[in-house]
């Protein structure tokens, strides 16, 4: 099965939920989804159907890089770890690999809450991408 043909409820539900700047392409048999969603619910949505076709992001076949596009400042949340920095994770889940960090005692902007144990977050430096809750305080 071709790679589109896949994940084709993934990139129709990107362009339903209105993310914009969709490029869809495949490279080396992997799939690249880029785009910018208009909201951190839609790119939320995307990540549930994500899981959905690829269970725990097994197959590691598709890369997701929607960003949320003209994100206004929303809650703010300190970053509480013991001493080290915080994980900024492309999705959510400890697979998913490492696009940024938060330091220690550092504030982040909440873009939202993805469940209990992760939330979509954006970094001082503009990195953006899921952090473990547990690590995180709302201020």
Known sequence: MALQD???????????????NLQVREQNNVL???????????????????NQLDPDYRAGDLVLNVNISGMVGGVQAQVVTDES??????????DQPVVGKAAHASTVT???KTNDQW???KTAAGEEGYAYAQYLKPI
């Open 6 to 20: 896949k994940y084709k409820p993934l990139t129709d539900a990107a362009s339903s939920l209105g993310v914009t």
């Open 85 to 94: 920095n915080l994980n900024v994770r492309k999705g959510p889940g400890t």
């Open 110 to 112: 909440l873009i939202s």
């Open 119 to 121: 939330w979509l977050i």
């Open 32 to 50: 690249y989804v880029d785009g910018d969603a208009p909201s951190g619910d839609v790119k939320d949505k995307l990540w549930d159907i994500y």
